[in-house]
C-alpha cells in the first residue's frame, strides 16, 4: 500500500483543465424573452461570451412597408409589450413630426399620464423579476398587483390590458373617461405604497445587496460607447433623458429629476428604476391638475383624423373621409424623420422614410433594448457564472423590442 | 440638430460632403462612402463637435436608385446635445459589393448595430470584427428587408446542424413519433443510409 503522506509541497500535481462551455437559453426561466447567451468558463468565471438575440424577430419592419401608417400602431404595441402606450405615442409623434402638427393641450396631457403609468409598468416588471430571480420572491407579487392596477386602469381608457394600438396619428383613439383623473390618482397612490413596502424589504436584505452592490460594474464611457439609454445608463451616472434634454409633449412644464446612480452596478440599475417610479407618479399627479377637463383630443384635420362615426354614418362627407383614410391611407409629405421619445428602456427612436403614398417606404424602431443587451458581454465578461441572471435582470431586455 | 455642425463638416471635409439637407430640423449631410470613416472619426474626436454616442445606424433600400442603399447614421452628443444624421449612399442595382467602413473602432454600438444592417440588407461592413447574422440564422437565405424579397416568401428547411463531441440520438428515426412531428430531410437521410445502417434505440441505452 502507498504511504498516504505524500509530501504535496515537493510535487506539484497538474490536474488537467479546459474551458468549459455553458449554454443558457434560448428558453430558459431567467432569459426574459428569448435570448441566449454561450459562455465559456474558467472555473467560474466567464472569460468569453456569446450574446444571441434574433429568436423573436416577427420581421416587423418589413411587415410596416405593407400596410399603411395607421397599421403601424399594433406592431408597435407589440414590440416594448410592457410598456405598449409609449411606443404608440412615439410613433404618433413621429408621425406628427413629419406631418407638421401638434395635437391638441388635452391630448398631450392624456398621452403624458398614460405614458407614465405604461413606464411604470415597465419598470415594476424590471424591478420585480430582479428580485424574483434572486430569491425574493414577496416583492415581485407585490409590484405585479401594482401592475395589475396600471392595467386595470388602461383597460379602463383603452378597452385592452396589454396591446391596446390606442395612439393615433394626431390624437388619440379616443378621450378620457369620465373617471380617468380619480383613477389615476387612486393608483398613484396605491403605487407610491407598494413601492415604499418594497424599499422596506429590500434595501435592507443583505443577501439582496451582496448579489447586486458591485456587481456587473459598467463605467459611464462605456455605457455611452455602447449605446446605452434610460435608466441603465443614468444608473452609471450620465443623467441623460429625453424628457428633460429634448422635451416633447408638456414635459418641458413639469417639474421632475433625473435620479442618477454613482457606481453603475446592478443595485443603481435597481434603484434608479425604483427612483424613476417616484418621479413618474409626480408627473401623474402634475398632469392631472394641469389636464383640460373638456377640449378636443384630435387635431381638426380631416386628411389625417377618421370623422367620428355618428358623421360617416349619416353624412355622405363623412362616409368618403373615412373611406379615404382607411383605404388609401393617411398621406404623409415625402421626406425622411427621426423622432425620438424616452421609452421604458431608454430612448426609443423611429426613423420614417416617407414616399408620399399611404404605405411606409421605410419604418426603422431604434430599439433600446437591442442597444442594451448589445452591452451584456461587456458586462459580464469577467464576471462569475453566478452574476450572470442579475447583470441580466438588470438591463431588462424585452425580447420583442429587441428583435422586433 | 446642429447647423454649425454641418458648416464644420463642410469645412474640414469639402471634397466628402456631397449634398447636404434639413427637414423637420434633422440636420443630414450625405457624405462619399471613402471618407464615411474619416468623417465619423473627426465628429468623435473634434472637441467642437463631441459625438459620443451612435445613436442609430439602419440602412435603406432604393431600389431603383444606383448607388442603392443608403446607410443611414444618427449622432448625439451629450455633452453638447446636438445631434446629426450621416448618410451614404453605396451598392450597385444588383446589390452585391455593398460594402462601408465599419464604425466598431469608434463606437461599440456600431457592432451590433452594423450586424443587424448586414442581416437585413446585406451590406458588409469592411473591418467589422465579427460580421454575423444576428437576428436571422445563420443558413437564412437573402436579406430580407431588401426591397426585392419578397414579405411571403418561404424559407427552405435547415437540418439538423451538426455538433461536435455530442453523442445522442437523433430527435426522430424514420418510424419513431407521432407522424406529425416527424421531420424529413432527405439529404440528410441519403448521408446517414450511405455510412452505415441507423443506430437501434435499444443499443445506445445499454
Known amino acids: 500500500m502507498e504511504p498516504l503522506d505524500l509530501d504535496l509541497d515537493d510535487s506539484e500535481i497538474k490536474l488537467p483543465s479546459e474551458p468549459m462551455l455553458i449554454n443558457v437559453g434560448p428558453s430558459h426561466p431567467a432569459m426574459h424573452g428569448t435570448v441566449r447567451v454561450v459562455m465559456e468558463l474558467s472555473g467560474e468565471t466567464i472569460e468569453r461570451c456569446d450574446v444571441q438575440v434574433g429568436y423573436l424577430h ?27 402606450m409609449l411606443n404608440n405615442v412615439g410613433f404618433a409623434l413621429a408621425c406628427e413630426k413629419a406631418l407638421g402638427v401638434t395635437v391638441p393641450e388635452r391630448c398631450q396631457y392624456y398621452r403624458m399620464i398614460l405614458g ?16 424574483m430571480e434572486l430569491g425574493a420572491f414577496t416583492p415581485f ?27 393615433r396619428v394626431g390624437g388619440m383613439a379616443a378621450p378620457p373617461t369620465d373617471g380617468f383623473k380619480e383613477n389615476s390618482l387612486a393608483v398613484a397612490e396605491h403605487l407610491l405604497g407598494i413601492i415604499s413596502e418594497v424599499e422596506a424589504l429590500l434595501y435592507g436584505n443583505r443577501i439582496f445587496l451582496d448579489r447586486l452592490q458591485d456587481v456587473g460594474v459598467m463605467k459611464a464611457e462605456d455605457a455611452v460607447s455602447l449605446g446605452w439609454t434610460g435608466p441603465i445608463l443614468r444608473a452609471s451616472g450620465v443623467p441623460y433623458d429625453v424628457r428633460k434634454a429634448d422635451p416633447y409633449l408638456k414635459y418641458g412644464e413639469v417639474d421632475f429629476e433625473v435620479p442618477i446612480g454613482e457606481h453603475g452596478d446592478s443595485y443603481d440599475r435597481f434603484v434608479v428604476r425604483i427612483e424613476e417610479i417616484k418621479q413618474s407618479m409626480r408627473i401623474v399627479e402634475q398632469c392631472t391638475e394641469k389636464i383640460p377637463d373638456s377640449g378636443p383630443v384630435n387635431i381638426d384635420d380631416p386628411r389625417v383624423v377618421l370623422p367620428p362615426k355618428e358623421e360617416v354614418y349619416t ?33 426609443l427612436g423611429f426613423y420614417l422614410v416617407i414616399d408620399g403614398s399611404g404605405t411606409p417606404y421605410r419604418v426603422r424602431i431604434r430599439p433600446p433594448a437591442f442597444l442594451n443587451t448589445g452591452g451584456l458581454e461587456m458586462l459580464i465578461t469577467g464576471a462569475m457564472v453566478a452574476d450572470v441572471v442579475p447583470c441580466f435582470g438588470s438591463l431588462n431586455m424585452i425580447g420583442g423590442e429587441c428583435d422586433r | 440638430m446642429s447647423k454649425a455642425l454641418v458648416e464644420l463638416i463642410k469645412k474640414n471635409f469639402p471634397s466628402a460632403v456631397l449634398e447636404t439637407h434639413a427637414q423637420h430640423g434633422d440636420e443630414t449631410v450625405v457624405l462619399d462612402p471613402g471618407s464615411w470613416h474619416e468623417v465619423a472619426a473627426f465628429l468623435k474626436g473634434a472637441p467642437q463637435a463631441d459625438m459620443n454616442m451612435l445613436v442609430d445606424l439602419t440602412a435603406v433600400d432604393y431600389l431603383d436608385r444606383e448607388p442603392r442603399f443608403e446607410i443611414v447614421a444618427h449622432l448625439h452628443s451629450l455633452t453638447r446635445g446636438h445631434r446629426i444624421r450621416l448618410k451614404s449612399r453605396v451598392g450597385d442595382k444588383d446589390g452585391e459589393e455593398v460594402e462601408i467602413d465599419t464604425l466598431t473602432d469608434l463606437w461599440a454600438s456600431a457592432n451590433w448595430m452594423e450586424r443587424e444592417c448586414f442581416d437585413m440588407f446585406g451590406v458588409r461592413f469592411t473591418g467589422h470584427p465579427d460580421l454575423r447574422r444576428i ?61 452505415q445502417p441507423p443506430i437501434a434505440v435499444d443499443e445506445v441505452h445499454t
Open chain 1, 116 to 131: 407614465e403609468m405604461a413606464r411604470v409598468s415597465d419598470h415594476l416588471t424590471a424591478a420585480g423579476a430582479m428580485a
Open chain 1, 141 to 167: 407579487l407585490w409590484m405585479m398587483k401594482g401592475r395589475e392596477m396600471i392595467w386595470d386602469l388602461l383597460e379602463e381608457e383603452t378597452g385592452a390590458r396589454l396591446t391596446h394600438s390606442f395612439g
Open chain 1, 315 to 347: 353624412t355622405i362627407e363623412g362616409t368618403i373621409r373615412h373611406f379615404k383614410i382607411v383605404m388609401e391611407g393617411l398621406k404623409i409629405p415625402a421626406g425622411e424623420v427621426y423622432s425620438y421619445t424616452e421609452g421604458g428602456n431608454g430612448e
Open chain 1, 58 to 84: 416577427r420581421g416587423f419592419e418589413k411587415m410596416c412597408e405593407r400596410g399603411n401608417w395607421s397599421q403601424v400602431f399594433p406592431y408597435v404595441d407589440r414590440c416594448n409589450y410592457v410598456s405598449p
Open chain 2, 135 to 195: 437576428l436571422m440564422y445563420p443558413e437564412f437565405i437573402g436579406h430580407p428587408l431588401r426591397k426585392d424579397y419578397p414579405a411571403d416568401k418561404i424559407q427552405p428547411l435547415v437540418p439538423y446542424r451538426d455538433a461536435e463531441n455530442i453523442q445522442k440520438l437523433p430527435p426522430f428515426g424514420p418510424d419513431e413519433g407521432m407522424s406529425f412531428g416527424r421531420q424529413t430531410h432527405e439529404w440528410v437521410a441519403e448521408e446517414d443510409d450511405a455510412d
